[in-house]
């Protein structure tokens, strides 16, 4: 069946470093690609997301590439600020669009 | 404002006691769903409806009901709680159920069984 894996946390860094969220992915069939963003005691936020292979999300200066060759889905931003400390999923949504699968979360901690 | 809206919150009921959670949308969204998330697990699918009067399971049906009798509303139900249903809960949405599409979440609500 389809499957998710990210990047066990939690993720250390000083404010304004670079940022990667590893995530790789099982899928049959053309599956969407997400990243959501849960900050603390609210639900989760839809981050970014790709729809097919080679895709690139962006939004909020996350970015992520849909690599249909690797499976992976990995999440990067350039200079993270403490605002963006939270728990990060990643997802993918099957083929039929029946049912999305989340990863376990990657909690980031930002230093300032 | 665009919103998924859970009630309640918090819930601390015993075991055996059947109890509800509210799942209310207001973007006209066809496709609806519940998840628990449980540490180290990440969310798990309980539920999804695709439409109003089609439901079907998710990962975790057991111990669970839904019904979807109006578009807006997609309640959970627990018919007799047991502990291990404590966890965080939550509802979600989306336009349709098209494979581009992503969620639109509630803010949890956060069930305790005793």
């Known amino acids: 069946g389809n499957s998710v894996t990210q990047m066990e946390g939690p993720v250390t860094l000083s404010e304004e470093a670079f940022l990667t969220i590893n995530c790789t992915y099982t899928?049959?069939?053309?599956?969407?690609l997400f990243w959501y963003v849960q900050y603390p005691g609210e639900g989760l936020q839809l981050l970014l997301k790709?729809?097919?292979?080679?895709d690139k999300g962006s939004n909020k200066g996350f970015e992520a590439t849909y690599r249909k060759e690797t499976t992976s889905f990995h999440l990067e931003k350039g200079s993270v600020q403490v605002s963006d400390s939270a728990v990060y999923f990643c997802?993918?949504?099957?083929?039929?669009?029946?049912?999305?699968?989340f990863g376990a979360g990657t909690r980031l901690f930002v230093k300032a | 404002e665009a919103q998924v809206t859970q009630n309640p919150r918090y819930l601390i009921t015993v075991t055996g006691k059947k109890l509800t959670v509210t799942c209310s949308q207001n973007m006209n969204h066809e496709y609806m769903s519940w998840y628990r998330q449980d540490p180290g697990l990440g969310l798990r699918q309980i539920y999804y409806?695709?439409?109003?009067?089609?439901?079907d399971k998710g990962d975790v049906p057991e111990g669970y009901k839904v019904s979807r009798k109006e578009k807006r509303n997609f309640p959970l139900i627990l018919e007799s709680p047991s502990p291990n249903q404590t966890s965080l809960y939550f509802c979600a949405s989306s336009m349709t159920g098209g494979v581009a599409y992503g969620y639109t979440f509630g803010s949890g609500t956060r069930l305790t069984v005793v």
């Open positions: 899928a049959t069939g053309y599956p969407s």
């Open positions: 790709a729809t097919k292979a080679d």
């Open positions: 997802a993918l949504r099957d083929t039929g669009g029946f049912k999305t699968i």
């Open positions: 409806s695709m439409n109003v009067e089609v439901t």
